[in-house]
């Protein structure tokens, strides 16, 4: 995903100096202008603006705050953009760090998978300060068509956890519905022509309902990386008091997926483990 919102930015024509672990990926961008750098601290040397697209928390905390990191190279009023699904916690900690370096810093994950990333119709949620949202909009409106700020330090990596909440537990709904038709000897396809156009209507089958009648799981959005952000959830559950307990059901499943050594799949691939029940 970093990837394609990198070459949106190009093609919107701003200057880009570029990392990644892989090296061999930055040099893909190099190709249409962007200039590779050796580590995240020569990125943050060299630019007024960083955005980061990672993994997941530990990775987000040794690229911002590491030995090499962007905290190490960033000058004073620089603006550091963690665009990566990380923990609300660790977000608020990172922008604090970064505060006391006079450097600023946002949390702006994405929803949209990789086909939002490419189209740059990304949904953008963005937590921080006023005007450090207004000196970022420009870039986010080249990479996502919904950019929302929705609040201070962490609130963007809240209201990721609650999107992710939303999808799973959809995913698992709609695998449960087209599993019980298809044991009813409904054609699927039918079923989901049916629920498309009804109060059941929802982005994940028009996202994703060619995976399922299809069972072609090449990853937009992976297993293992969606039950790495249900466990962010569920720890924002806990550290607000609110339970969630669908939420842990559906982390289970796609914990069993990856037992089964499917986390490299698309998370539509719940439906695998509902067909593999009901049989």
């Given at each position: 995903?970093?990837?394609?919102?990198?070459?949106?930015?190009?093609?919107?024509?701003?200057?880009?100096?570029?990392?990644?672990?892989?090296?061999?990926?930055?040099?893909?961008?190099?190709q249409?202008?962007?200039?590779?750098?050796?580590?995240?601290?020569?990125?943050a040397?060299?630019?007024?603006?960083?955005?980061?697209?990672?993994?997941?928390?530990?990775?987000?905390?040794?690229?911002?705050?590491?030995?090499?990191?962007?905290?190490?190279?960033?000058?004073?009023?620089?603006?550091?953009?963690?665009?990566?699904t990380?923990s609300?916690?660790?977000?608020?900690?990172?922008?604090?760090?970064?505060?006391?370096?006079?450097?600023?810093?946002?949390?702006?994950p994405?929803?949209?998978?990789?086909?939002?990333?490419?189209?740059?119709?990304?949904?953008?949620?963005?937590?921080?300060?006023?005007?450090?949202?207004?000196?970022?909009?420009?870039?986010?409106?080249?990479?996502?068509?919904?950019v929302?700020?929705?609040?201070?330090?962490?609130?963007?990596?809240?209201?990721?956890?609650?999107?992710?909440?939303?999808?799973?537990?959809?995913?698992?709904?709609?695998?449960?519905?087209?599993?019980?038709?298809?044991?009813?000897?409904?054609?699927?396809?039918?079923?989901?022509?049916?629920?498309?156009?009804?109060?059941?209507?929802?982005?994940v089958?028009?996202?994703?309902?060619?995976?399922?009648?299809?069972?072609?799981?090449?990853?937009?959005?992976?297993?293992?990386?969606?039950?790495?952000?249900?466990g962010?959830?569920?720890?924002?559950?806990?550290?607000y008091?609110?339970?969630l307990?669908?939420?842990?059901?559906?982390?289970?499943?796609?914990?069993?997926?990856?037992?089964?050594g499917?986390?490299?799949?698309?998370?539509?691939?719940?439906?695998?483990?509902?067909?593999?029940?009901?049989?």
């Amino acid at each position: 995903m970093g990837a394609a919102m990198a070459g949106n930015l190009l093609e919107a024509e701003h200057e880009l100096v570029v990392h990644n672990r892989t090296r061999t990926k930055a040099e893909q961008l190099a190709q249409h202008g962007a200039r590779v750098a050796a580590s995240p601290r020569e990125v943050a040397q060299t630019s007024d603006v960083v955005i980061t697209m990672l993994p997941g928390p530990p990775e987000v905390e040794e690229v911002v705050a590491g030995e090499g990191g962007l905290l190490e190279g960033a000058a004073e009023g620089s603006l550091i953009v963690d665009m990566s699904t990380s923990s609300p916690l660790l977000a608020r900690q990172l922008a604090s760090m970064a505060r006391e370096r006079g450097v600023r810093m946002l949390d702006g994950p994405v929803s949209g998978g990789d086909v939002g990333a490419r189209d740059g119709t990304l949904s953008i949620m963005v937590g921080g300060e006023d005007e450090d949202f207004e000196r970022a909009r420009p870039l986010f409106e080249v990479m996502g068509e919904t950019v929302v700020h929705v609040g201070g330090a962490g609130a963007g990596q809240v209201v990721k956890a609650c999107n992710q909440i939303v999808v799973a537990l959809v995913i698992e709904a709609v695998a449960e519905a087209l599993v019980l038709g298809s044991k009813a000897g409904v054609a699927p396809d039918r079923v989901v022509e049916v629920l498309s156009g009804g109060l059941a209507s929802n982005r994940v089958l028009e996202v994703k309902g060619e995976k399922f009648l299809s069972h072609e799981f090449t990853p937009g959005g992976k297993v293992e990386y969606h039950r790495k952000d249900l466990g962010i959830a569920l720890a924002a559950g806990r550290e607000y008091g609110v339970t969630l307990p669908v939420t842990a059901l559906v982390e289970q499943m796609f914990g069993v997926l990856e037992a089964k050594g499917r986390g490299g799949w698309d998370h539509s691939a719940l439906l695998t483990l509902i067909e593999e029940g009901s049989r």
